[in-house]
């Protein structure tokens, strides 16, 4: 059973940073893509950041400069780090298995102004 556990979100004031990550088992991790997404209310989910098991990651409009995705396959675990924060990223951050239907609850990041 595939199962993705995020952390790190939270109330963050307008310029802060967060560091989220997600934990997955059920995998074989270090074979996989992996991505982080995000949907605000009112909105359609969007991609973030998908990274490849070497490292390899691309980065949607929303992320470009403000957002690094990482991974340590030997923990399984996949990062984002989101900075400068604005009051529109708030959202619910999620992390997938890339173009697999796996998701996890997800981590709540809301900024304040």
């Known amino acids: 059973q595939v199962q993705l556990v995020e952390s790190g979100g939270g109330l963050v004031q307008s310029g802060g940073s967060l560091r989220l990550s997600c934990v997955a088992s059920?995998?074989?991790?270090?074979?996989?893509?992996m991505a982080w997404y995000r949907q605000a209310p009112g909105k359609q989910r969007e991609v973030l950041a998908p990274?490849?098991?070497?490292?390899?990651?691309t980065y949607g409009e929303s992320a470009k400069g403000r957002a690094t995705i990482s991974r340590d396959n030997a923990k399984s675990t996949v990062y984002l780090q989101v900075y400068s924060l604005k009051p529109e990223d708030t959202a619910t951050y999620y992390c997938?298995?890339?173009?697999?239907?796996?998701w996890g609850r997800g981590t709540l990041v809301t900024v304040s102004s």
């Open positions: 990274i490849a098991s070497g490292g390899l990651a």
């Open positions: 059920g995998i074989i991790f270090s074979r996989n893509v």
């Open positions: 997938t298995v890339f173009g697999q239907n796996y």
